[in-house]
């Protein structure tokens, strides 16, 4: 499973709508999103679901966009933040042992 921070409104359409325009359409198939964990084991869904519920049950994190990284096949926007990264550590600390090297390392 992917888990996915939730992009507030009008930066969802400036983000997919910038997407739409420069990532190749053939490869395009989700919309803009921030992925917190690439891998998260199915049989871990229903405890990554009682984590996030509680790890966001607060007012939306704060988040600044603070240039790009080249991901060899593609470009993406990095993201700053301290409360994001407080969830995601939060949670990855919850999924201990589940998560592959990828996610584990953050």
């Given at each position: 499973?992917?888990?996915?921070?939730?992009?507030?409104?009008?930066?969802?359409?400036?983000?997919?709508?910038?997407?739409?325009?420069?990532?190749?359409?053939?490869?395009?198939?989700?919309?803009?999103?921030?992925?917190l964990?690439?891998?998260?084991?199915?049989?871990?869904?229903?405890?990554?679901?009682?984590?996030?519920?509680?790890?966001?049950?607060?007012?939306?994190?704060?988040?600044?966009?603070?240039?790009?990284?080249?991901?060899?096949?593609?470009?993406?926007?990095r993201?700053?933040?301290?409360?994001?990264?407080?969830?995601?550590?939060?949670?990855?600390?919850?999924?201990?042992?589940?998560?592959?090297?990828?996610?584990?390392?953050?």
């Amino acid at each position: 499973m992917i888990v996915t921070a939730e992009l507030g409104e009008a930066d969802f359409a400036w983000l997919n709508s910038l997407r739409i325009r420069h990532y190749p359409p053939d490869r395009n198939q989700v919309p803009a999103h921030l992925t917190l964990f690439h891998a998260v084991p199915p049989s871990a869904e229903q405890e990554g679901r009682t984590r996030l519920r509680a790890a966001t049950s607060n007012p939306a994190p704060a988040a600044q966009l603070a240039g790009l990284m080249d991901l060899g096949g593609g470009v993406a926007f990095r993201v700053v933040s301290d409360d994001l990264d407080a969830i995601r550590a939060e949670l990855a600390e919850g999924l201990h042992g589940l998560l592959g090297a990828q996610d584990a390392r953050g």
